[in-house]
């Protein structure tokens, strides 16, 4: 759907995306992800033609990215941190001109059905002037999907909205990939890419670092994982028994509670268990603490660790 090789953008002397081999595939939810200025506004400029490259190729749906290649624009949805809107029209009048330069069939139920999913529908015929940054934001984003796109892309598309509004946003672009669409967001807000991507790529000072699933990422970045487990009584005889298990590298009690760092190189929860039940321990509960993406986002980001080095594409 989106894959750049070698993907480079220089301003002056300074290059600012370097070697971006980027592959987001058909109906991915794909979070593109990186601290101020590392180079994600300008690759998403890029792919859209806005800006043009340095180096490299950019293919979208499968066809090279030329900048006056309209029919491609076309299956393409943006929402981007900066929108331009008319500001005497009413958010009817704005919908319903782009929905006929887009011949957009069963026109006026596709503009209902979107401008109710972001909870607009009673503002349709409010001056767009009038229209808060928020419900300018919730407005792109009908207008990004109103043409049926096969891919979306998203700059900070939820950066102005309140919790609710954020909420319908993510409800939205999930039902639309339900539909067969495939999204690449770029977001800050690392709580929401977490709850919607399965995918991220992680990008710092023009560099790709990462690009892989969530689990596989966090995975990557952590030989161990820790448990926490609740028992039937206080764990005061286990310390030796489980010190000496070979996949535990750590362990801790308090009262009934016990702490241990598994090995990851499998999945040890049954052997963890056994042990504690051959013990005399009944298990009440059991949880993984698992790394959060901003944890694995800041290990990343702030020793530029590359988890790309298996990929041989020298980043
Ligand atoms: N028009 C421009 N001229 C010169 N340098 C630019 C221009 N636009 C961006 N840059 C530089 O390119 C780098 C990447 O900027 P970019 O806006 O792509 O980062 P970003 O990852 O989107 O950051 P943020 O999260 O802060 O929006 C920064 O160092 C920025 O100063």
Known sequence: MIQTENLCKAYNDLMVVKDLNLKVEKNDIYGFLGPNGAGKTTTIMMLLGLVPKSGGKIYLLGNEMKPNNVELKRKIGVVSENQYFYRDMTA?????????????????KRIDKLMSAVGLEKEKNK?????????????????????????????????????????????LIEEEHEAGRTVFVSSHLLSEVEKLCKKVGIINQGKLLAEDNMDNIKRKLSDTVTIR?????????????????????????????????????????????????????????MQAKEMSLEEAFITITQQNISLLTDRGNGQ
Do not use: C
């Not at 190189?265 to 056994?274: G, Q």
């Open 92 to 108: 009817s009048e704005y919908l319903n001109f782009f929905g006929e330069i887009y011949e957009v069939e069963n026109r006026q």
């Open 229 to 285: 487990t609740e028992l039937n009584q206080e764990a005061q005889n286990l310390e030796p028994v489980l010190s000496n298990l070979p996949f535990i590298k750590a362990f801790q009690s308090k009262e009934n509670k016990i702490e241990v760092q598994l090995k990851t190189d499998r999945d040890y929860r049954k052997d963890l268990s056994e042990a504690i039940f051959n013990s005399g321990y009944i298990i009440l509960s």
């Open 127 to 171: 001056n767009l002037g009038a229209y808060s940054k928020g419900m300018q934001q919730k407005l792109a984003f009908v207008k990004a999907l109103l043409h049926d796109p096969e891919l979306l892309i998203l700059d900070e598309p939820v950066a102005n909205l309140d919790p609710t509004s954020i909420k319908q946003i993510r409800d």
